[in-house]
């Protein structure tokens, strides 16, 4: 056997194991497409959910899916009622394939009913002696249910836990001033009522203004707080387009803040309270 062919016969015997060595190297070329899946796992299923009203480009109403609650915020272009359309649902991603439904017990897009229509859960209903009697104490309930201030508008949460409280502290503080000023003045007037002094005018007066003062205070809150609810709930005017609040509050208070106590609970259900924050059993859940 000459030299070249003890070179040949070694060569022959070295090529095959250079297979394995280039097996290896193209492994981790092969588990790259693996490493991708996750990316595609990644993506946020979809709900059907159906417009309960109208609504507007970026309106948020709550909806109920698999028993859990979500926000959904109305597409492009705005929904008709009853239409279909589909809202992100991460918790759908433990199988659920169902639909989402509308939370809110308070109706989207209208009133839950009539502006007079005070005496729907009878006579001696806490909402309707409230709203005729000490209406600011019914307003500070429903501002408590809608997590706003005792001004009707957003604040932090120790903030909106004192609504019902300043406004009993201001109902309270009127009936006493009022009562005291009721005493006093027949000491400063004459038997027809009229002031027999600078005293008695002031008296007079002052009574005059506080009454005034706190009308005034209260046709505010009521509009506003009315005001607030129709945006929450997507409710148009009907009547006097642009200042319907205001006529409302004005011209007919007292059926106004029962109206949106109504609203803003579920009196069908659960009894009303007279002096609680928000009017409601503690047990009785939220609807706004």
Request: net charge negative; aromatic share 10%.
């Amino acid at each position: 056997m000459t030299v070249t062919d003890a070179a040949d016969e070694k060569q022959q015997y070295l090529a095959p194991e250079a297979v394995p060595v280039v097996q290896a190297e193209a492994e981790p070329a092969a588990l790259k497409p693996v490493n991708a899946q996750p990316a595609v796992a990644a993506a946020v299923p979809h709900l059907q959910v159906v417009a309960p009203a109208t609504l507007a480009e970026g309106y948020t109403f709550e909806a109920e899916a698999n028993g859990q609650r979500f926000t959904v915020k109305v597409p492009e272009g705005g929904v008709e009622k009853g239409q279909t359309f589909s809202v992100p649902f991460p918790a759908s991603s433990d199988g659920y394939v169902g639909s989402a439904i509308p939370h809110a017990s308070a109706p989207v897009g209208h009133w839950k009913d009539d502006l007079f229509g005070c005496c729907r859960h009878g006579v001696m209903h806490p909402s309707l002696w409230n709203a005729w009697c000490c209406p600011l104490i019914l307003a500070g309930q429903i501002l408590h249910r809608l997590k706003l201030t005792w001004l009707a508008r957003e604040g932090t949460d120790p903030q909106v836990a004192a609504t019902f409280r300043i406004l009993v502290y201001i109902t309270l503080g009127f009936l006493l001033a009022v009562e005291t000023l009721k005493y006093v003045t027949p000491y400063y007037t004459d038997e027809y009522g009229y002031p027999t002094s600078n005293a008695g005018y002031a008296l007079v007066y002052g009574r005059s203004v506080l009454e005034l003062t706190l009308s005034a205070f209260t046709i505010f809150l009521v509009a506003r707080t009315r005001k607030r609810i129709r945006e929450k709930y997507a409710i148009p005017e009907q009547q006097c387009v642009g200042c319907e609040d205001c006529c409302c509050s004005f011209w007919c208070n007292c059926c106004t803040v029962a109206q949106m106590a109504r609203h803003t609970a579920d009196y069908d259900t659960y009894a009303g309270l007279c002096c609680s924050e928000t009017g409601m059993p503690p047990h009785a859940p939220s609807v706004v």
